[in-house]
Every structure is written in C-alpha cells, then in structure tokens.
C-alpha cells in the first residue's frame, strides 16, 4: 500500500529579487515498508522535497496526500545531539519536546538503547561516543517517537567512510526490523544503492524525475553484503551515466 502519494508537484520558492523554480512536476508514490532514496546533484530540490513531505512547504502546483495517518521522524545532516545532556536525556528528547513521556515510551527507548548497543552508555555525555555511536543514538532519539516514515536527508555525509558503511549496516537493520518506510536522501550513488529498495534519480534544478531503479536485492542482502554483489557495480555505472554531473 502507499502511504504518500505525490502528484504533479511543483516548487517555485519567492524571493525579493527573483523567481527560483526548484522542483518540477513530480509523481512519486512512497510505499509502506520501502527505503527510497532520492538523489541528484547539489541544489536539485531534494531537501524541498523532503520539506513538501513534511508539510514544512506547500507546492506551487500540484498536491500531496497521505493515505493513512504519518508519523514523521526526521534525521539532519548533523546528529544534533546536545552535548550537555546525557545520552539517555538526548535519547527522549524528542518524547520531552511531544509531551510523550510515558512509562510504555520510556521502556521503548531504554529497549532501543539496549539492543542498539548504548544502554551502558546511558549517563556518559555524547563527546564520549564516536561517531557511529553518536549517530545511533540520533536515530533511537527520532525512533523514541515510533515514527512510520523516516526521513534521513544526507545523515552520514559528515561521517567518514568507514564508520559510514558500518552505521549503513546498523540503519538498514533498524529500519527493516521495525517495518518502516524511510526516505533517504543522499548525492552519494553507492549509499544510495546499498540501501534502498528503489532510487530516484533527479535532474539537476528544477528537479525533474530522470530515472526511478527498482532494486530487487532481498532483505538479507545488508549494504556491505550488496558491496560485494556484481549487480552493485553495473547499477553503480549505470546511475553515474545518467548522473547530471554539474
Ligand atoms: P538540494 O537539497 O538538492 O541540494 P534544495 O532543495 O536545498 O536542494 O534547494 C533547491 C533550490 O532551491 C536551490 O537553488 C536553493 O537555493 C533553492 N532554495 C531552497 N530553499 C529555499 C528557500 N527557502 N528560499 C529560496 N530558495 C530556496
Ligand atoms: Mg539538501
């Protein structure tokens, strides 16, 4: 089933001095249960459209319907982590900030902290973690909400490689376990293939949709298994062609 359905959108933000027109006659459908990653080049729309999905921008034309209630979580580029705070109070930030805690939302997040490997780290401060901890942790504090949409836009781009393909793993797990949908936004192709199970390929601004890869890997294949798999490599090439390098 589709939870969002996007039909014909179009942006065109309003400036003082000018018109920029960011994203142009979008169609997409965000399926129950699916990783979708959006990419294109810098400046193609992919964070307006993720800003549309969230409602924090209406579309020029064009409309936008959930098909059942969303509850959004949202994951930044930065981990946004407060380091005064310990990483238990991060953790139920986002339940402090919604009025949302309960006993039952408390449990939850103690579970995920749990299995997500952070539970003895409860009362240290986030300067302590390294940077695939640091991350975890941001993702259990927008999970805490029980979220049925993800929205990561390009959330390891500050990490480096190494803990990025190791913290793949560990969001790719997360996600399925949990039967979510999630939207990822990266401009890295490979991210983009060891994740998800479709890609949209945008043009440069306006975006428009070039290609959509529907990925057929199965759940078992996580993102360092599908690294290794041939089918990684002619996806890979085949994205880069039609890739607008700008
Ligand atoms: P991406 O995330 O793909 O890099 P964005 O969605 O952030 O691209 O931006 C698409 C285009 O719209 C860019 O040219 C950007 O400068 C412009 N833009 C984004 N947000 C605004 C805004 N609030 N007001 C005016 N222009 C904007
Ligand atoms: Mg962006």
Known sequence: MNLINITSVTKIYHTPTKEIKA?????LDIEDNKIMSIIGPSGCGKSTLLNLITASEKPSTGFIRNNQPIMIGYMMQSDALLPWKTVYENAILGLRLQKKVTNDNINYVNDLLKKYELYEFKDEYPSNLSGGMRQRLSLIRTLAIKPNILLLDEPFSKLDL???KNISDDVYKIIKDLHISAILITHDIEEAISLSDEIVLLSKRPGTIKSIYKLNFTEKEIPSIRRKDEIFNRL???????????
């Open 23 to 27: 994203l142009n006659n979008i169609s």
């Open 162 to 164: 190494e803990t990025r």
């Open 236 to 246: 890979y090439d085949e994205i880069w062609r039609n890739f607008d390098h700008v």
